[in-house]
């Protein structure tokens, strides 16, 4: 009966060994250590990157770790890679697959992701890619002379729109933002162009400034337009200056 006994037991020592290990007795790939090492590299190494609209972006997607060097690679966008056409994807070679962007547009912004798969598992790496409208104004007239007392004054603050961009235009004098006075001004273009009605030679003349401020790339600008000539311009801003004066000075009094 002994026998019989220590004979089962060795059977399954061999049946248990054979379950386990593999040719020349070496241990068989288990899931967790299959593909455990699989690493992705991108080059540029950046979380973001941000260039011009027209401008070119290449990221290098790199992978490593796996028992053998036969990689599955790809690039993907979060709303589609090929939509615009501008996005060009190259295999190089078993590990490295490089993702190509010209003549960019403000569409090919987005989250780009490279993917590396091997031994059953995979990695993922992600970039965000920004391309901005750099923002220029459509008029840059400056000054603004000679303009006749009680007629109406348009001034510009357009800017070259990107479609889909939103914009948001404020107009100040003097530091104070200017009121939305239908009977005195008008605001058209969503502020875009800034009227004042029956000009005041003796209260109108100024330094206006306007500022644009990209909503959708962060990106903003302005400019400063002299209204009503040089010298009634700074009779104008030298009046408004005295006045703040006395009123800090003197609140009681004015």
Partial sequence: MGQMTAAFLVTIAVLVGATTTGNAGKPLPTDEVRGSGIRVQLAPNAATIQRKIGGEVSVMCTASGAQEDNYGLMWTKHNGIDKTGNVVVKKLDARNIVMEITNATVADSGFYQCTA??????????????FLNELRFVEMNNHLDQIPSRTSVNISCRVNKVEGEKLRTTW??????????????????????????????????????????NLTTGNKIKQIISVGGHQNARRATCVNHCSKFCTNMFPVFV
């Fill in 172 to 213: 100040t004098k003097y530091g104070e933002p200017i009121p939305a006075d239908g009977n005195k001004y008008g605001f058209h273009e969503g502020g875009a162009i800034f009227q004042i009605k029956e000009f005041d030679l003796l209260s109108d003349p100024g330094e206006y400034v306007c500022k644009v401020d």
């Fill in 117 to 130: 798969s091997a031994d059953g598992q995979y990695v993922e790496k992600s970039v965000d890619i920004f």
